[in-house]
């Protein structure tokens, strides 16, 4: 099952310690490692680790619903080490982290909080599968399952409405304020070519891109997953060919179309209403987007990749965004679960790595 999807991050991002990359010091305590038996699935799952190097699974042993329990089991373990480190215990609400993102008054004067979840069109070119309409399940199937223990936060949440290709979900969080997800996405079908010939499917992508755009304006929290289109991204249309029916990356590079029109649409916005974090899960969006990212959000957090991200490595970066803001978490222990939830087992050096960051 090929899972590799294409998305990166632009180099010279800084971490809050004024380093290159990531931030990834050391919070409060030592991080502990998993115990060995944590769950029966894990020795599966390691035996089917990737290298960077490796874009296909070896011998899947576990869906992708697998892969997203593992990871919100290991997050809960994560959420139990780290109270033992911090102010917080089960039932009590942390007062906000070190991190300003913490202390906007866009998130204190208001009733309901806003995170959309863009997924761009998610083509496996040259193959014609096209993937984006089944990452949606899956989400919800995380977000709406039932909270297993007091450390377990990307769970109970309740569909508050959904449509063809999207839906918003809920869920009262802190004291007294409401989570509004919103996820959405632009295929038709999980074939390419059947989409191609489809009338409707330039209107929804049409929709699903004006849906994006317009939350620039609405969100604290804005997604994207899916293709860098080699620095012509995020694209939620079918890709451009060329003459040997693959992806044309050389005429997205060139016309730069939809990051252009994310840079107009965000210039148009007050600085203050731009969101907090803005996040593009896609291969290597720090090298292709920072640069021009930090240009129109220069107070806010950028999640971005470094290199190609893998399909579970999505996953990874929302729910640890999702947990860590259920918690009030500081990036730096942000960056520590994504660490944590490595389950890609990317290594550099012999050092295991996560290729995707939150950067300032």
């Known amino acids: 099952m090929l899972l590799g999807l294409c998305l990166s991050l ?7 310690n004024g380093n290159s990359g990531p931030l990834n010091s050391k919070v409060g305590c030592e991080p502990k490692s998993l115990p060995t038996d944590f769950f029966e699935d894990f020795k599966k799952e390691q035996k089917n680790s990737w290298t960077e190097n490796v874009q296909i699974l070896r011998q899947q042993e576990l869906t992708q619903a697998s892969l997203v329990s593992i990871i919100e089991k ?46 761009g069109y998610y083509d496996q070119r040259p193959l014609l599968e096209v993937r984006d309409n089944l990452i949606i399940p ?9 909270c297993q223990d007091e ?16 839906v918003y979900l809920q869920k009262r969080i802190w004291e007294d304020q409401t989570l509004q997800v919103h996820i959405v996405n632009p295929s038709l079908s999980t074939n390419d070519n059947v989409n191609r010939v489809n009338r409707d499917q330039q209107i929804f992508s049409q929709d699903t891109q004006k849906k994006y755009l317009d939350s620039f304006a609405d969100s604290q929290f804005v997604f994207y997953l899916g293709h860098s289109r080699n620095g012509g991204g995020p694209d939620f249309f079918p890709p451009i060919l060329n003459a040997s029916e693959h ?7 060139q016309k730069r179309t939809q990051i252009n029109e994310v840079i107009q649409t965000l210039e148009k916005i007050p600085l203050q209403n731009r969101p907090l974090v803005f996040g593009m899960s896609s291969c290597s969006s720090r090298s292709h987007f920072q640069k021009r990212l930090k240009t129109v959000l220069p107070s806010s957090v950028l999640m971005l990749t470094k ?45 295991e790595m996560s290729t995707v960051g939150f950067y300032e």
């Open 10 to 16: 632009p180099a010279g991002a800084l971490g809050q």
């Open 74 to 119: 290991i997050l809960a373990f994560q959420n139990s080490q780290w109270s033992t480190c911090s102010s917080y215990s089960p039932g009590q609400t942390r007062e906000p982290g070190p991190h300003r993102i913490f202390h906007d008054s866009r998130l204190s004067s208001v009733d309901t909080l806003k995170m959309t979840i863009a997924v």
């Open 138 to 146: 899956l989400f919800v199937n995380q977000l709406t399952s039932q």
């Open 151 to 166: 450390f377990s936060m990307n769970c109970g949440f309740e569909v508050q409405s959904s449509g063809f290709n999207d």
């Open 247 to 253: 992806t044309n990356y050389k005429e997205y590079r």
């Open 307 to 351: 290199e190609t991200v893998y399909e579970v490595e999505n996953f990874e970066s929302v729910l640890v965004f999702l947990n860590g803001l259920q918690l009030r978490k500081s990036i730096d222990e942000m960056n520590q679960d994504l660490q944590s939830v490595n389950i890609a087992h990317r290594k550099r050096n012999n050092q």
